[in-house]
């Protein structure tokens, strides 16, 4: 107990001192929206200092920094990719333009930097856990990897498809609905929630990791309802042939589309 509480502490520590640099970063460049990167990024840190300063089973430490190094490490280079050249995100915008101007530094460290950062630990609690654990059950991280890599297919897959759409000019105002994009409306979101759940139970091979059950539930939470589907949808509802595509795909879970 003493030692995951050690760990725990670190990593809290290292999230503050990431999302303190991301603050300023994003002052300086006028973009709260650096914050998407930092994301992925942060579970990086969490994943090396849990690394570093666990006394679990060496192996399943490793094989998490691991996990967590290719998924944050590919979404972060998306994302960089994917804004690059472009202003604020729509969303930081709406959300700022709730104070005045002079405000919204301070505004933005409490409802984005710190909001995150908090989100970050606590998702994180699986990665943190397991590498104060001890040897466990192998068989169950054998599984949990073959759903990350599910999750991590799954993610990889609809960003390059939506990516491919988008730059054909003979796109441009449609609805994307092909690919994975036809059996879920959020087959990006739906590979990150298959992620987490798969990192979930690599840590719950060893007891005290299943009892970290509420972070994957907690990143079901903001990828479907705070941050992710339900909030883009709101937008995305209005443009032509989306409500459509709403009636004939699946919002979340894949499933063939309806006729």
Same mark, same amino acid.
């Given at each position: 107990?003493?030692?995951? *509480?050690? !760990?725990?502490?670190?990593?809290l520590?290292?999230?503050?001192?990431l999302?303190a640099?991301?603050?300023?970063?994003?002052?300086v460049?006028?973009?709260v929206?650096v914050?998407d990167?930092a994301?992925?990024?942060?579970?990086?840190?969490?994943?090396? !200092?849990a690394?570093?300063? =666990?006394?679990g089973?060496r192996w399943?430490a !490793? *094989?998490?920094?691991?996990l967590?190094?290719?998924?944050?490490?590919?979404?972060?280079?998306?994302i960089t990719?994917?804004?690059? =050249?472009?202003g604020e995100d729509?969303r930081y915008?709406?959300?700022?333009?709730?104070v005045?101007q002079?405000?919204?530094?301070?505004?933005?460290?409490?409802?984005v930097?710190?909001?995150?950062?908090?989100?970050?630990w606590?998702?994180?609690?699986p990665?943190?856990?397991?590498?104060?654990a001890?040897d466990?059950?192998?068989?169950v991280?054998?599984?949990?990897?073959?759903?990350?890599a599910?999750g991590?297919?799954?993610?990889?897959?609809?960003?390059?498809?939506l990516k491919?759409?988008?730059?054909?000019?003979?796109?441009?105002?449609?609805?994307?609905?092909r690919?994975?994009w036809a059996?879920?409306r959020?087959?990006?979101?739906?590979?990150d929630?298959t992620?987490w759940w798969?990192?979930?139970?690599?840590?719950?091979?060893?007891?005290?990791?299943?009892?970290? !059950?509420l972070?994957?539930?907690a990143?079901?939470f903001?990828?479907?309802v705070v941050? =992710?589907?339900?909030?883009?949808?709101?937008?995305?509802a209005?443009?032509?042939?989306?409500?459509e595509?709403q009636?004939?795909t699946?919002f979340?879970v894949?499933?063939?589309?309806?006729r």
């Amino acid at each position: 107990m003493t030692n995951l *509480l050690l !760990v725990s502490g670190l990593s809290l520590a290292a999230i503050v001192v990431l999302m303190a640099v991301t603050a300023i970063t994003g002052r300086v460049q006028g973009r709260v929206s650096v914050v998407d990167t930092a994301w992925p990024l942060g579970f990086v840190v969490v994943a090396v !200092v849990a690394l570093l300063a =666990g006394d679990g089973a060496r192996w399943r430490a !490793v *094989l998490m920094l691991l996990l967590v190094l290719v998924w944050a490490g590919r979404l972060a280079w998306h994302i960089t990719r994917r804004n690059h =050249g472009k202003g604020e995100d729509p969303r930081y915008e709406k959300l700022l333009s709730q104070v005045p101007q002079e405000k919204r530094f301070g505004f933005a460290v409490r409802r984005v930097y710190a909001t995150q950062g908090v989100a970050m630990w606590f998702v994180s609690l699986p990665v943190q856990v397991s590498a104060t654990a001890d040897d466990g059950v192998r068989w169950v991280a054998v599984v949990g990897v073959v759903v990350w890599a599910i999750g991590l297919w799954f993610e990889a897959t609809g960003d390059r498809q939506l990516k491919r759409f988008k730059a054909d000019p003979a796109n441009k105002g449609k609805v994307m609905d092909r690919g994975l994009w036809a059996w879920t409306r959020h087959p990006n979101y739906f590979g990150d929630f298959t992620v987490w759940w798969g990192l979930y139970v690599v840590a719950a091979g060893a007891w005290p990791g299943v009892l970290t !059950v509420l972070s994957p539930l907690a990143m079901a939470f903001f990828l479907i309802v705070v941050t =992710g589907g339900r909030l883009l949808e709101k937008d995305m509802a209005k443009r032509p042939g989306y409500p459509e595509y709403q009636r004939r795909t699946s919002f979340f879970v894949p499933r063939p589309p309806r006729r």
